[in-house]
């Protein structure tokens, strides 16, 4: 059984702070990573891919990727009190698979004022 | 902003009635996709679907389940003999391909009673 696994928090940061999520993965063979957002009661959005080691950046958002850790991290800069929501890391399965997404149990993270 | 669409929002069944939901994946998509999230649960991966037929499915989707493209533009998942388990937020998604980013839809609240 492939897992993702992320800190559930809740993680809990000032407005203005860096905030840093993290997730692990099992698959060895995965090659695509992503990092959605869901606010309660509504569904997932994508805000970030990655898919090779190293950093991507965008926006207020960075994406790090360690293949041979198999960690992957998103960093939020500059945290808004919008940003409070649960942060969702996603794995594409390798291999042969056509596009399963297997996702960790998110991270719930608060922005106070 | 093209987005992924979904009908109903919330359908209330009976256990044992089969229920279908819609979809209306991102035009220029081609691979579609259904999962799924019990309260407070993660997000589980249910079926990938290209070309109009389906491309990997979990152990989750045994005979109960069934999908279709029945035109264009529509994806729906059918539910047969729905248990009172099956109450959950079903996601439609949809992505250009199997290695990107999936795009999700607002989600149907399924309720059975």
């Known amino acids: 059984q492939k897992e993702v696994e992320q800190n559930s928090g809740p993680l809990s940061v000032p407005e203005g702070a860096i905030a840093s999520l993290n997730c692990t993965y099992s698959?060895?063979?995965?090659?695509?990573f992503f990092w959605y957002r869901q606010y309660s009661g509504k569904s997932p959005e994508l805000i970030m891919s990655i898919y090779s080691n190293g950093d991507k950046e965008d926006g207020r958002f960075t994406a790090q990727l360690n293949k041979a850790s198999q960690y992957v991290s998103l960093l939020i800069r500059d945290s808004q009190p919008s940003d409070s929501a649960t942060y969702l890391c996603a794995v594409l399965a390798g291999g042969t698979s056509y596009g399963k997404l297997t996702f960790g149990q998110g991270t719930i993270l608060t922005v106070h004022p | 902003e093209p987005e992924v669409t979904q009908t109903p929002s919330h359908q209330v069944t009976q256990m044992g009635q089969e229920v279908i939901l819609r979809c209306v994946p991102i035009s220029n998509h081609l691979y579609f996709y259904w999962y799924r999230q019990i309260l407070g649960q993660k997000v589980e991966f249910l079926v990938s679907f290209y070309n109009n037929e389906i491309s990997e499915k979990s152990e989750i989707f045994d005979d109960q389940f069934s999908v279709e493209r029945p035109d264009g533009s529509n994806f729906t998942l059918k539910i047969r003999s729905t248990k009172l388990e099956d109450s959950a937020m079903y996601f439609c998604a949809s992505s250009e391909s199997s290695r990107l980013g999936q795009y999700f839809g607002p989600g149907t609240r399924l309720t059975v009673t």
């Open positions: 698959d060895r063979v995965s090659q695509s």
